[in-house]
Structures are given as structure tokens and as C-alpha cells.
Nanobody, 126 residues
Framework: QVQLVESGGGLVQAGGSLRLSCAASGRTFSRYGMGWFRQAPGKEREFVAA????????YYTDSVKGRFTISRDNAKNMVYLQMNSLKAEDTAVYYC???????????????????WGQGTQVTVSS
């Protein structure tokens, strides 16, 4: 298992941008598919974006397509979520997650991810 630590959350006005970072421990980071999930107040945690082990494949929930970009740097054990054109409805705690996975695959299912970070708060003011 890897250990994950998110950073980069904060308060931003609607239309603004934030970049979330997730630092992973361990020497086998490149064997893990990665994902970002979020949980808004009073709602269940939901999938946001996923990336395969090499970074070749990415997938986004419809509500963030064209605004968010997930990326990774395996040399630095890092995964990122660039969030542009933020909306009030993007307000949530954002979680980084990792899953051991075959090359090229990704998952949108929370249950597939075995390692989670502690979360970072993103607040978008309208």
C-alpha cells in the first residue's frame, strides 16, 4: 500500500483555478492507478478523475470535463488535479486515492481503491 498526502486546497472565487497535489510514499508508485474523489457537505463521496499507471489514459466525470485535468509524475511520486473555471458546486473535500492495477486501466469505483489520503478542502465562493 502507498500512503498519500494531498495539498493545494483553499478558498477561491468562482471562475478561478486551483492545483491539487498528492504525494505518494513508496517505490512502487508506478504500479498504481490513481484517482481523485470529492465529498461535498451532506453528500456521498463521488468520483472526479482517474489516471492509469503510466498516465496514458485518463477519465473524468461529466461535470468536470474540459475544466479539470489529472496528471502524474512517476519520477516524483506525484499526482495532480488542475482545476480551472471553478464553480460553487465544486466545493468539497477532495481525496486522492490509489489502486494496484494493470497497465493502462483505470477505475471510477471507490471500492477499487485501497489507499486514500486525508483530503484537502476546496471552497469556491460565488
Amino acid at each position: 500500500q502507498v500512503q498519500l498526502v494531498e495539498s493545494g486546497g483553499g478558498l477561491v472565487q468562482a471562475g478561478g483555478s486551483l492545483r491539487l497535489s498528492c504525494a505518494a510514499s513508496g517505490r512502487t508508485f508506478s504500479r498504481y492507478g490513481m484517482g481523485w474523489f470529492r465529498q461535498a457537505p451532506g453528500k456521498e463521496r463521488e468520483f472526479v478523475a482517474a489516471i492509469s499507471r503510466s498516465g496514458d489514459n485518463t477519465y473524468y466525470t461529466d461535470s468536470v470535463k474540459g475544466r479539470f485535468t489529472i496528471s502524474r509524475d512517476n519520477a516524483k511520486n506525484m499526482v495532480y488535479l488542475q482545476m480551472n473555471s471553478l464553480k460553487a458546486e465544486d466545493t468539497a473535500v477532495y481525496y486522492c486515492a490509489a489502486r494496484r492495477s494493470p497497465a493502462g486501466s483505470y477505475s471510477t469505483y471507490e471500492a477499487d481503491f485501497g489507499s486514500w489520503g486525508q483530503g484537502t478542502q476546496v471552497t469556491v465562493s460565488s
